[in-house]
Structures are given as C-alpha cells and as structure tokens.
C-alpha cells in the first residue's frame, strides 16, 4: 500500500519538527494513506563522530511516543550502524524507500537528509520524483528570531542555561527524567531535603550548572521544585555534576521511584560559598524566589502541566 512518508531524526520533536509532521498527516488524511515516519533508534553523530556525541533531547522510546501522540500511523526505526552510513541516497531510495514503503507523497523540511554525505535533499528528491512516481512537498522551517529552529539551536541554549527559550523552540519545557537514587544526605541535614535523579540516558543533555524553578512529576504527583544541577562545590569536592531537586511543600521518601523534572526558569549561577551559613541563606533566597515566581503570573502556563 501506498504511503505519505518523511524521513528525519527528529530529536526534541521541537516546533519546527511539529509544523513537518502536521503537514504529513495532513496530507495523508486527504489522500485517504497511512502516514509513515522513518527516524533511527540511535543519534547519526554517535556513528559519524563520536559515540558520546552529540547529546539528546530525547530518549528513542520519548520520541516515538511523542510521533504517535501526533497522530502518525507508523514508524519506521532504522538502526544507523557503520554498514547503514555508507549506503547512498539512490541505493537507499530504490532499494529500500520505493520497494518497502511505496510513497505517494514525501514531505521534506529545510534540513531533510539521508544518504551518505547527506546527499538525499530535496533536491535529490525533485530529481527521482517523476521517475520514481511520488510527489514531493517542502515544508518551509519554523522560525526563531529570524533563524530556523533546530535541535541544534535548542542544544546551544539548554548549555547556556537558557530554558525558558528553549521551552519556546520545543513548545514544552525540557525534561529531564530517571530514578532517584541515593546521595550523600547534605540537602537532608541542612533542612533542604533534595531528591538526586539519576537521567535515563547517558546520552540526554544536560543543561547549564544553576539553580532552576522546576516542576517534579513522581507518577501522578506533581509539585514545584528547586532543582540544582551542578557540583556543589559549598559541601562537594568530587567535581561530579549531579541533578538534585528540593520539592516544595513535600516531605516523602522517594528512593527509587521514577522522576521527572521540567526546567521552567533559572534562577542564578551555583556557586561556592565561604561556608554553610551563607549557602543556607542563599537557598532561603532561592526559595523565595521560586514562590514568587510560581505566585506570579509568570509560571501560569507551566502550572496545567500533566504528569
């Protein structure tokens, strides 16, 4: 059966990658077809160039959850190995996309690739169309300040710490989620009790050290948070960044149970201290800050967030 198919990575599943998607299952909708994505079950770049590179935006089982939650009737998960990397884009097309998928319709965005040397764009695609019997439709980009949203783009202003535009791009806050694990109790004995989240993934970014206004999402729970990532040089001399989150208003064990934690704002820098007089007063401040916030108008949008 024929098919209304694109073929990207889709990392984050940001606006511009929504704005794509939403002309595919239009499209397919109006052609009576299934529409298909193609995507990988692990980054290009970890192949390409490094197995540590580059860090994600989402977890492979998030992404395609988050594809099916946008209405599309099919994925294709590609293992992107060595082997794969090498094929070109006309082996690729005639050996795999036309005799596996037969589409009717390819719906490509501005950076729409695939073959070796990413050869397969558009206008690779314009060239085979008629031959190969498909139509092809290009999606102009998604557009910030002028520039077109990309995983990219999203990466460079979680790594600044800038989260609130990075909220925007994705049309969400980022997330982080994984279990809480132990840590060494310090938040505890300074009254600020922290739940210390081990990520998922190795691979998922994470973003600037600094104390951060959060939402904590424990099964149906949910809360606002304090979340500080970083090393807390104060009462920490091993250098390891950690991700640890004082819930507001909470006062539960949670050991072992699945987090997640969504970055709405940040608040400052973490820095070291002269001693634990001062980073307790900071901390107070902190949470000062945070109640204003959330008692403001400013975190109205991020308070209807489901768990």
């Known amino acids: 059966m024929s098919k209304v198919i694109t073929i990207g990575n889709f ?7 929504r ?70 884009a006309e082996d690729f097309l005639m050996n795999y996309l036309i005799p596996k998928h037969s589409p009717s319709l390819i719906v490509v965005g501005f950076d729409s690739h695939f073959g070796y040397q990413r050869q397969g764009n558009y206008e690779f695609l314009k060239a085979h169309s008629q031959a190969c019997g498909y139509d092809l439709i290009y999606v102009e980009p998604e557009l910030y300040e002028g520039v077109p949203i990309s995983s990219s783009l999203i990466r460079a202003k979680l790594r600044s710490g800038e989260v609130e535009i990075a909220a925007r791009l994705l049309g969400r806050p980022y997330t982080l989620s994984g279990n809480v694990v132990h840590s060494k109790g310090l938040g505890t004995k300074l009254g600020f009790p922290t739940a210390n989240l081990n990520p998922v993934s190795s691979h998922i970014l994470i973003p600037a050290s600094g104390i951060y206004l959060s939402k904590v999402c424990l099964g149906d729970y949910s809360a606002f948070g ?40 940040r608040i400052r820098d973490e820095k070291k201290f002269s001693g634990l007089e001062e980073l307790m007063a900071a901390m107070r401040q902190d949470l000062d800050i945070a109640r204003n916030l959330i008692g403001s108008q400013q975190c109205t949008q991020h308070t209807v967030l489901s768990c």
């Open 11 to 17: 990392d984050g599943l940001h606006l511009g990658h």
């Open 19 to 88: 704005k794509l998607l939403g002309t595919l299952t239009q499209e397919a909708a109006k052609r009576g077809l299934p529409s298909l994505v193609i995507t990988y079950n692990n980054h290009p770049a970890e192949i390409l160039f490094h197995p540590s590179q580059p860090m994600l935006l989402s977890t492979t089982e998030t992404k395609l959850q988050g594809i099916k939650d946008l209405g599309i009737d099919e994925v294709d998960l590609i293992s992107f190995d060595a082997v794969f990397s090498r094929t070109s």
């Open 226 to 265: 304090l979340t500080n990532i970083g090393t807390s040089p104060t009462v920490k001399q091993d250098g390891k960044t950690e991700i640890e989150t004082y819930i507001l208003d909470f006062n539960e064990d949670v050991y072992e149970q699945v987090m997640t934690v969504s970055l709405l704002r």
